[in-house]
């Protein structure tokens, strides 16, 4: 027979539970409460929030040949099309 301790251990266990709910219909809510703590993920975040697209001047691309800060017509070559400030 099972020691005194061992049936205490047993009992509390079965009392608490795992903290998750079980049974048939359970998985609506299991789904539901895991994708809202994803969010508490760092990686998940960064991945799904789409900042990197947003303030990266870059635009999440991975090459790129440089920012233009101020477009300027060096040489009037074209005298009909002349960009004027």
């Keep these: 027979p099972p020691t005194r301790t061992a049936r205490v251990?047993?009992?509390a266990s079965a009392a608490m539970?795992?903290?998750k709910p079980r049974g048939i219909n359970a998985a609506r809510k299991l789904r539901t409460?895991?994708?809202e703590n994803?969010?508490?993920q760092k990686r998940y975040k960064k991945a799904h929030l789409?900042?990197?697209f947003k303030c990266n001047p870059f635009g999440g691309s991975s090459h790129c040949k440089g920012?233009?800060?101020e477009k300027m017509c060096a040489a009037h070559s074209h005298?009909?099309?002349v960009?004027?400030?």
């Design 38 to 40: 994803r969010w508490a």
């Design 17 to 19: 539970g795992s903290g």
């Design 9 to 11: 251990a047993s009992a």
């Design 83 to 85: 960009l004027k400030p």
């Design 67 to 69: 920012i233009v800060l």
């Design 33 to 35: 409460v895991r994708r």
């Design 50 to 52: 789409g900042t990197q």
């Design 79 to 81: 005298q009909h099309v």
